[in-house]
């Protein structure tokens, strides 16, 4: 534990010195990753912690840039005041959401978080005078202070650490340790006399709140929002970022969402064709690599060390 | 559902009972192939335990082959109809190796893996169909027979689609006859209900499994082919079929073959009246028909609760 703090906090000094390299390129892609990452981490709380595959995950990242962007463009309201009301926002929709969605399990919960973020897609993309419907909002206001790419990095990468910091206090607590307990047994742990319900609620919520904060820096990220970004393959791709990076390990979801991002950037430099190549990946890591990248690493350490 | 069902013409809502009548009989040509589409879904979900996102990808493969022959069979006579034998057969074939080559090593892990690996399947069509066809979009002209209209009460509807809403229910009182009276429709009804024990009653599931998934196949890329002549042939139609099939099935119960029929008439004319009525609610009305049904049903309206 000890050790693996100290490369942590390598790892944020290296990356706050991405900016040193003067690189638009690295700077963009460094913040896209970030936020993506943040966005499939706390998917990852859902899928990995608690075994909850949900297959609506856009829509808390959708509320999230909404709220951030209805509240700065329409209500004018203060930049802190609006980012931090689009998680709130989020976690009450994953609240009420996630009330009906407990109440299935396997398949019948993933169709269950995919109806209800269907319907806020539908709601978003059909509500014209408010949200634009598929034309979307552009020309997000926004804050003076975060006025240059490298500002708005070092923003994103505070927001972002911080982020993983309480959700990885959460999930390392006794609270965390029964939602894998939940994972590995429903059955039984409702019988030692656990709510799993509520763990499993309360898991949904913070969730949901996290991949809102994803969703509102995407917002200021990409200047705009549109209603792809509820889209159900916007889920479907954070579900690939999660797989790909490892779902059995925290920051497993953000090397997939770095390796995916990197990927997609170099590949449509040369090709539109993009999905093909995402197919592929997606196909190979099923079949060859089922605990993604970090999950093959750690194999491969752990044979050395038989050896 | 990004764009609007092609087989719907949308008119100034008014009350007239022969526009009233055409407007369901529209939706009821679109429930037909909801129908093809939803029953092929609901079987390899009965049988195999699969939820097959790339149904939809199927569906437009097979749009895209009727195209294909069609354009090969030039001249010669009943040439859309060899394109529909040939297209939704080719279909059939491509599900059959699918399942044969990948699907089938994927039966031991958890569902979220097939579920998965059925999504890649989604991307790799979708941009395979891009590079063969091209992102323009492309039509088949109806057959000589049924080029024609016939006149209900004043107004005018495409003989077509009056074929299409005849084959729906016979292509389904196949299905009932097969799965409930013959020999291989007890043995998938079997499979469906425990597959070990018909394994060691020494019915080759492996290749049941095939079968099964084939013949879902086969539905989709039938439904693909007699969409073509009435929808324009364009990327993007296997992600808006697909999320409309999950609803009829949901609707009408996974695995229930009555309850996918009922979904697909249901959904028809929600999507066809709903329109009218409501045209911005409409889409919103049918998610939220979905999530009522899985909080108060899950097991659907005419499907059976599980056991397990």
């Known amino acids: 534990m000890f050790k693996e703090n100290w490369f942590l906090i390598a790892i944020i000094f290296l990356l706050a010195l991405v900016p040193l390299s003067d690189s638009r390129f690295y700077i963009f892609l460094g913040t896209d990753i970030l936020i993506m990452g943040l966005f499939a981490v706390s998917l990852n709380l859902l899928l990995g912690y608690t075994g909850l595959v949900c297959f609506g995950q856009a829509a808390y990242f959708g509320i999230g840039a909404y709220t951030y962007t209805l509240l700065m463009k329409k209500a004018s309201f203060s930049f802190p005041f609006a980012f931090l009301a689009a998680p709130v926002f989020g976690a009450v929709a994953a609240l009420i959401i996630g009330i009906f969605c407990i109440q299935r399990t396997k398949i019948y919960f993933a169709m269950l978080t995919l109806a209800f973020s269907q319907i806020v897609w539908a709601i978003v993309f059909k509500w014209n005078s408010l949200t634009g419907g598929d034309n979307g909002i552009i020309g997000i206001p926004f804050p003076q202070h975060l006025d240059s790419p490298t500002r708005f990095y070092y923003f994103t990468l505070v927001v972002v650490v911080f982020s993983f910091y309480i959700m990885r206090k959460a999930v390392n607590s006794p609270f965390g340790r029964m939602l894998t307990t939940i994972r590995e047994n429903p059955e039984r742990t409702e019988f030692i006399g656990i709510n799993v319900k509520l763990f499993q609620l309360l898991a949904f919520m913070i969730s949901g709140f996290f991949s809102a904060i994803a969703g509102a820096l995407f917002a200021i990220f990409n200047h705009s929002v549109f209603p792809d970004l509820l889209f159900w393959p916007h889920s479907a791709e954070v579900l690939i970022m999660t797989l790909l990076g490892g779902m059995y390990s925290f920051f497993g979801p953000l090397v997939g969402a770095a390796v995916m991002l990197y990927l997609r950037m170099l590949v449509t430099s040369y090709t539109q064709y993009w999905p093909l190549i995402m197919g592929t990946i997606l196909a190979l890591l099923l079949f060859f690599f089922p605990g993604g990248i970090v999950g093959f690493l750690k194999t491969q350490r752990l044979f050395s060390r038989e050896k | ?308």
């Open chain 2, 1 to 308: 559902m990004r764009s609007k069902p092609v087989v719907l013409k949308v008119r100034a809502f008014m009350p007239d009972p022969s526009f009233l009548l055409i407007q369901s009989l529209s939706g009821l040509t679109y429930a037909m192939f909801l129908f093809l589409i939803a029953s092929g879904l609901s079987l390899i979900f009965g049988v195999l335990g699969i939820l097959n996102f790339a149904h939809g990808s199927l569906y437009m493969l097979g749009a895209y082959l009727t195209y294909q022959f069609v354009s090969q069979f030039i001249d010669a006579p009943g040439q859309f109809w060899w394109a529909v034998v040939f297209g939704s057969l080719s279909v059939a074939l491509i599900g059959g190796v699918i399942e044969r080559l990948f699907l089938r090593r994927l039966y031991i892990r958890e569902e979220l893996n097939q579920l998965l690996f059925t999504y890649a399947l989604v991307l790799l069509i979708s941009d395979f169909a891009k590079i063969i066809w091209g992102t323009g979009q492309l039509s088949v002209s109806r057959p000589a027979i049924l080029k024609g209209a016939v006149p209900i009460l004043g107004q005018y509807f495409p003989e077509y689609n009056i074929f299409v809403i005849a084959l729906g229910p016979g292509i389904a009182l196949l299905f009932w006859l097969i799965l409930h009276h013959s020999r291989w429709g007890r043995i998938i009804r079997a499979a469906a209900l425990d597959r070990e024990m018909l394994g060691s009653l020494g019915v080759n599931v492996n290749w049941l499994f095939t079968v099964v998934f084939t013949i879902g196949a086969w539905l989709a890329g039938l439904g693909g082919a007699l969409v073509s002549p009435i929808a324009a042939i364009v990327p993007g139609m296997d992600v808006e079929i697909i999320i409309n099939a999950f609803i009829v099935v949901v609707i009408g119960g996974l695995g229930s073959f009555w309850g996918t029929l009922l979904g697909a008439l249901i959904l028809g004319q929600v999507i066809s009246f709903g329109i009218l009525v409501f045209p911005r609610l409409s889409m919103v009305f049918i998610y939220i028909l979905m999530a009522v049904v899985l909080i108060l049903r899950p097991w659907g309206l005419l499907g059976k609760p599980l056991q397990r």
